[in-house]
């Protein structure tokens, strides 16, 4: 495989590893602030790690919550903070936290760094009522709400519907492929406790019966409006030897960017998500592994269509070719490539992704249910995507 | 408390020529003064030759919808009774996008590739929004 052009960064495989996990119960409906979900999570990913937050010394929150260092540092009792960076890229920020916190840990700088991902997605940041909500201000959205906001082009949801029927426009993309990947998705739910729609089955036929929210995306295409937290903890390799359970080591991980990054309808392609598809070659690049040597894929999925152009930007099949890929089982749990095995986004809970990066440790440390287990699964790839066409890719295996 | 009424741009120092031609109805995008490159949004530099010299250029004000949504639920208090509704991004035939609906057009019959013109609403005396119609 050609390797990336541009930067190297092959030094930095496998020098930090995944050492603790910790979630809050994924609900619709919390009495908890966003603060407190947070610390929940951080405090069970710490007990996860056998860690305590006197170890913690780099803390990386999520934009998206509102919760910011300080607040942890202060709840946490952490005394000596070395290191703290916010990322600012939306759903496309957990896996950029995770390449700024190798960094930390790597480079000494810090021993032992805390991200805490997660929102009130249902009791405050609810979307569908946004009249009532309030959203987390966000810089990136000044031009939009300049130019676009008074059109009408208020949501996320609208702005990756255009991307889709574009998409439609140029390859023949329907919306049964987008089912299908929805399907896939609640079918693996169905198999985790966790998930928010455990125990609730649907059809390709329910999925097209669901309701058109922005055509093309149905109902059924849409993320899950929940509250929740995940937590990670993450240490060098060598400190995460001497830890409570088996580290997970970071083999590649890669951050990209669209041109420009204020907003989809200005991209000279819609169709491509351009971040995902720079940093790929230099996540493999780094990971010295390729496509087929990936044995799952947690990909972020605010909607159904930003996996199967996920697939594209990845280089798991060609541009355009999204569709037919997920067609006939190969990304769900016994096919070629198991996408969103604990159901993603759209069935488990919307925890801005955090939740792909348990799912993806869990599976390399055999540790979620015995059906739901990819066999031998040594490789597992995360991605997020966010803002606008950006996003990051990180490759983990199992030591 | 939420705020129910409709939202409209606010004018910087740098967007201010674009919404003070759509007052006079003229669609207008910056051009690059030295290399000649158009581009919208409004930005101080060139990401062509990194020029921080730009006119503001008259559009023709003709374009094709490069891609669509209709939208059938509101997430905002003004569309509530307004849905479904288009949302479409114009690629002018300078080359540069925007983002429109297409007012009294209904869904049916939007579709990329169709050709569309400009035309103006004066929402108040402070701005007038660009809006577009099927040619």
Redesign the interface.
Known sequence: MARAQGPDARWLAGRAAIVGIGQTPFTRGTEKTTLELHLEAALAALADAGLSPDDIDAVIPNEMSGVITEELAMSLGIRELRFSITIRTGGASVVSAIQGACLAVASGIARNALLSVGRRGYSAQR??K???GVMVAMPIMA?M???????????A??WF???A??HM?EFGTTSEHFGMIAVACRAHANLNPRAVMYGKPMTLADHQAS???????RLLDCSLETDGATAIVITSRERARDLRKRPVPILGIAEGHGD?P??I??KRD?TEIEGLRRAAPHAFGMSGLTRSDIDCAQLYDGFTWITLASLEALGFCKKGEGGPFVEGGRISLGGELPVNTAGGLVSEAHVSGGNHVLEAVRQLRREVEPERQVPDCETALVTCEGDFHEGSVMILARE | VPDVSRPLPQPTTRTAPFWEAAKRHELVIQRCSQCRAYRHYPQPMCPQCRSLEHEWARASGRGTIYSYTIAHRAFHPWWKDRVPYPIVTVELDEGVRMVCDLPGVAASEVAIGRRVEVCFEDVDERIALPRWRLV
């Open positions: 979307v569908s946004t009249s009532e031009t709400d300049e130019f676009e906001r008074p059109y009408g082009n208020t949501v949801s609208q519907a255009q991307a029927r574009r426009h309701p058109l929210i922005v055509d093309p995306l420009p204020t907003s309808t200005q819609m």
